[in-house]
């Protein structure tokens, strides 16, 4: 399979942003699919992860302002990043895993896309 991230920009601190997560030559419908971030100098980060069924997982740092969702129709995972913050600057990467449940760690996620930038300013 492969991934598409795409959605990433500029937007001042408060703002939102909807990165989507788009796969080709294979349907992502029974694959848990995640979102992970890596800001300058800094690890590679989980944000959010999204079974098959839909249950989701989030980052305590994202909890209650981002949404990870998926359109199994249209083989998208989408991230929805609302009040955004200038520490959420940073190159955001999709993943799916070949399992179906979500995951936390990189590791864990077979396939990933190329990252989108988002740049949060104050």
């Known amino acids: 399979v492969q991934l598409q991230a795409s959605g990433g920009g500029l937007v001042r601190a408060g703002g939102s942003l909807r990165l989507s997560c788009a796969a080709s030559?294979?349907?992502?419908?029974?694959?848990?699919v995640g979102w992970f971030r890596q800001a300058p100098g800094k690890e590679r980060e989980f944000v959010a992860a999204i079974s098959w069924s839909s249950i989701t997982y989030y980052a305590d740092s994202v909890k209650g302002r981002f949404t990870i969702s998926r359109d199994n129709a249209k083989n998208t995972v989408y991230l929805q990043m609302n009040s955004l913050k200038p520490e959420d600057t940073a190159v955001y990467y999709c993943?799916?895993?070949?399992?179906?449940?979500?995951?936390?760690?990189?590791?864990?996620?077979?396939?990933w896309g190329q990252g989108t930038l988002v740049t949060v300013s104050s």
């Open positions: 030559r294979r349907t992502l419908s029974n694959n848990g």
């Open positions: 993943a799916a895993a070949r399992g179906s449940w979500y995951y936390t760690s990189g590791p864990q996620y077979n396939y």
